[in-house]
Structure formats: structure tokens, C-alpha cells
T-cell receptor, first 111, second 115 residues
Framework: RKEVEQDPGPFNVPEGATVAFNCTYS??????FFWYRQDCRKEPKLLMS???SGNEDGRFTAQLNRASQYISLLIRDSKLSDSATYLC????????????FGGGTRLMVKP | DAGVIQSPRHEVTEMGQEVTLRCKPI?????LFWYRQTMMRGLELLIY????????DSGMPEDRFSAKMPNASFSTLKIQPSEPRDSAVYFC?????????????FGPGTRLTVL
């Protein structure tokens, strides 16, 4: 089993739709969680950190479920510009700053 | 702030040649990471440094790969000899390392093609 797993997609959604991605992790002692966005042929860029209490940034909401060991990303009112690959990243308890990335979920927002 | 700088951005070489990838982390960041990304295997951590010292190189695929960080502002990843299966995008990332702020910032990557 991979340490961090994501559905690769692609998720094809119309503009304005709400879409959600999940990411499961295997290390129950993981402490830090992140969502990164990666555009085609570009580097990953931090979208948002995921806090225990959940957090929201505009149309984006991230949540953590420690009991079931997954994090989620919800995108409301999808825009064409949201089309990208979304990578989740998890670090371990004593892994310093080492992150393990999921394989990414590809989102395509259609007009 | 300049961000993480990598060079070259593209490299095409022939099998058996030596390849050197370069990275300049964000000033003041204590951690530097080298990743490789392919369609098949996704984003894989190769090695990371803390204060110029290699901490974990378990992701380095084999002895053909080596990485150095001679000072806080420069790191290299060397492949010698290169093989076609090394073709990938190689990213360098850096982070500040403070608790709660371990966001990693990625450079633009080096797209390596080994013929």
C-alpha cells in the first residue's frame, strides 16, 4: 500500500460545479498535511495547509479526518482556471520536513 | 524574493554522459530537497539536506546518483553515467524548517531527457 494515495482522475466538471477530492495516508502519526496545485509543465505550488479544525480559503475548503486517515479538498463554484493537478502531501511525526506526495488528482473544468 | 532557482531548465543528453543539475534555495531556508517526477511514479523524494548536511538519501535510486550541498546557497544533483530511464523532471525545493511553517517551495524544475 502506498503511503499517500489519491484517485488520479481526471475529474471532468462543468464550470460552477462543486468538486471534492480525497487523499488517504497510511502513517497514523503524521502531523502536517498540505494541498499543492500543479499546472501542466510547472512546479507544484502550495494551495493550502490542512489544519485539524479544517480551513477555508475563498472557494477552497480543506479538512482532515484523523480517524479515517484522509484529507479532503472541496472546490466550490469551479472556474476554468482551477483546471490543474492537485497533489496532497503528508509528513511523518519524526520526519523533519520530509513530505510524501500523493500521485495527484487531475481536474478539468469545462465551459 | 527570487524563489528557488534551478538550472538548466532543459537538458538533453546521450546515454552514458554525466549530467549535473543545479539549485539555489531561497535565502534563509534551512532545508533543501531534490525530487524526481515521472508519469509512472509521480513525485519522489530523492534526498534532502538540513543546514547543508544530507539527512536522508534513501530515495536516491542507485550509486549513479549523487548530491552535494557545499554551502547554504547551492546544491547539485549529479547523474553519472546517465541512462534513458533517468528521463524525468527534477525539482529542487526548499523550506524554512520552523515548526508549523514547513511549507516547501519548489523551483521550476529541470526537464531531463536521456537519449
Amino acid at each position: 500500500r502506498k503511503e499517500v494515495e489519491q484517485d488520479p482522475g481526471p475529474f471532468n466538471v462543468p464550470e460552477g460545479a462543486t468538486v471534492a477530492f480525497n487523499c488517504t495516508y497510511s502513517n497514523s502519526a503524521s502531523q502536517s498535511f498540505f494541498w499543492y496545485r500543479q499546472d501542466c509543465r510547472k512546479e507544484p505550488k502550495l494551495l493550502m495547509s490542512v489544519y485539524s479544525s479544517g480551513n477555508e480559503d475563498g472557494r477552497f475548503t480543506a479538512q482532515l479526518n484523523r480517524a479515517s486517515q484522509y484529507i479532503s479538498l472541496l472546490i466550490r463554484d469551479s472556474k476554468l482556471s482551477d483546471s490543474a493537478t492537485y497533489l496532497c502531501a503528508v509528513n511523518g511525526d519524526n520526519a523533519g520536513n520530509m513530505l510524501t506526495f500523493g500521485g495527484g488528482t487531475r481536474l478539468m473544468v469545462k465551459p | 524574493d527570487a524563489g528557488v532557482i534551478q538550472s538548466p531548465r532543459h537538458e538533453v543528453t546521450e546515454m552514458g554522459q554525466e549530467v549535473t543539475l543545479r539549485c539555489k534555495p531561497i535565502s534563509g531556508h534551512d532545508y533543501l530537497f531534490w525530487y524526481r517526477q515521472t508519469m509512472m511514479r509521480g513525485l519522489e523524494l530523492l534526498i534532502y539536506f538540513n543546514n547543508n548536511v544530507p539527512i536522508d538519501d534513501s530515495g536516491m535510486p542507485e550509486d549513479r546518483f549523487s548530491a552535494k550541498m557545499p554551502n547554504a546557497s547551492f546544491s547539485t544533483l549529479k547523474i553519472q553515467p546517465s541512462e534513458p530511464r533517468d528521463s524525468a523532471v527534477y525539482f529542487c525545493a526548499s523550506s524554512k524548517g520552523e515548526e508549523g511553517t514547513d511549507t516547501q517551495y519548489f523551483g521550476p524544475g529541470t526537464r531531463l531527457t536521456v537519449l
